[in-house]
């Protein structure tokens, strides 16, 4: 894999971020289409980072919200690695960029992965996510979601 950048996410970086997402799971499987994917993220007005080639092209990307859970914890809201760069660590490189920022403010981060992304749900317990729980049909009938947690370290007395 070439150099990559990580840098904070703009309006520009909406298209090429909802194209990742479109034609691949867990997205097709939620029926999130591209057109979709674009009104959420131009809706939702929340940070995000993305990983970049020196020539421009989107490598991927997180959305997240600081402190958007119960208005105390962090919330990775998507995690899109575009297929052709996945499996290179870019989504690991990624993730330790977006928790480098948000423990600084909040003591938890939160995220849900679909129960039918079995490796995805495998990306984030190597990266130290615990699983708290399911919430079954939660954004469509068949699937569940499944929720996972990291704590921010606690420094050694
Ligand atoms: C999950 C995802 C963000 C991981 O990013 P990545 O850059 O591919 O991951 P890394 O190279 O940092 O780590 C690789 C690990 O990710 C996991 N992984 C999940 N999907 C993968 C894929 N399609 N290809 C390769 N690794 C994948 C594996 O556990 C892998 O570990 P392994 O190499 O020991 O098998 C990325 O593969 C992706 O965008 N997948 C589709 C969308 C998705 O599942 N998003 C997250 C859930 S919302």
Redesign the pocket.
């Known amino acids: 894999m070439a150099d990559f950048t990580i840098r904070p996410m703009d309006r520009q970086d909406h298209p090429a971020a909802a194209r990742i997402m479109a034609g691949?799971?867990?997205w097709l499987t939620l029926g999130i289409d591209e057109a979709r994917a674009l009104a959420t993220m131009e809706a939702q007005g929340i940070p995000g980072v993305v990983a970049t080639l020196d020539n421009g092209t989107m490598l991927?990307f997180i959305r997240y919200e600081p402190k958007g859970f119960i208005g105390y914890a962090a919330y990775i809201r998507?995690?899109?690695?575009a297929p052709q760069?996945?499996?290179?660590?870019?989504?690991?490189?990624l993730m330790n960029h977006v928790e480098s920022l948000v423990f600084e403010q909040a003591p938890l981060l939160f995220l849900f992965?679909?129960t039918f992304?079995v490796?995805?749900q495998?990306?984030y317990e190597?990266l130290g996510y615990e699983r708290v729980g399911t919430v079954d049909a939660m954004l469509v009938p068949q699937h569940g979601e499944v929720l996972l947690v990291k704590r921010r370290k606690v420094a050694a007395p």
Request: glycine share 16%; net charge positive.
């Open positions: 691949s799971d867990p991927g998507t995690v899109a690695v760069a996945r499996g290179k660590r870019v989504g690991e490189t992965c679909s992304n490796r995805g495998a990306f190597r």
